[in-house]
């Protein structure tokens, strides 16, 4: 997903989060107070928003590359997942992380996977899903491969893929004993999805 870099500062909480500074780093605000899902639920400026650990972060609209490779996948997954118990979601939508502590954690990844529907409520996903896909972009490179692969792995996201249009690699981690394993995948490979069992992704489909 991506993130913009040109973050007007804030003077209402109502209208998005009070800002003091602006840092040019993955569109990070140095915020004048902890942030949470209620406060994310208050906003009316017509912005997408994440929250991580209490910081928020403001979303700018994909690229068409970007929609097409998320669609091809979401494409595939839907089809192999029909009349099965595990569904499979786009963006926007929310996913609390730790709904049940803090809850100052809300993420839009690209694609969800939740086979426990316990989980999910009105609003979106309160846990971790069973897989996670990010597409990368300019802006969303470290979030998607530092920030969101500690955060994934540390609330027990079990498969997470990075997929990057740049370089037309697929990253594959698996989540084994509390930390993740990585494994590569070319743009010709075809994947198996780890969580489902019999399920493959072409990526010869994927990108365009």
């Not at 500690?150 to 698996?174: A, C, F, M, S």
């Not at 394993?181 to 365009?208: A, K, P, R, W």
């Amino acid at each position: 997903m991506e993130y913009n870099k040109d973050i007007e500062t804030k003077e209402t909480s109502k209208k998005g989060p009070v800002a003091k500074e602006i840092q040019v780093n993955e569109a990070q605000v140095e915020y004048v107070r902890h942030y949470t899902y209620d406060d994310y639920m208050s906003w009316d400026d017509d912005k997408r928003w994440e929250i991580i650990d209490g910081i928020p972060f403001v979303m700018t609209a994909p690229t068409v590359q970007h929609q097409e490779i998320s669609g091809n996948i979401y494409l595939q997954l839907r089809k192999f997942l029909e009349g099965k118990q595990c569904k499979v979601f786009y963006a926007p939508f929310d996913v609390r992380l730790n709904a049940e502590i803090n809850d100052d954690t809300v993420v839009q990844p690209d694609i969800i996977i939740i086979c426990d529907h316990s989980i999910m409520d009105k609003t979106g996903c309160k846990g971790a899903p069973d897989m996670v896909v990010e597409i990368l972009s300019p802006s969303s490179g470290n979030s998607d491969t530092v920030v969101k692969l500690n955060l994934y792995q540390k609330t027990g996201v079990r498969e997470y893929w990075i997929i990057d249009p740049e370089t037309r690699l697929t990253h594959v981690y698996i989540l084994e004993n509390g930390h993740y394993h990585l494994s590569s995948y070319t743009e010709t490979n075809i994947i198996q999805v780890h969580i489902l069992s019999g399920c493959t992704i072409n990526m010869t489909d994927v990108f365009v």
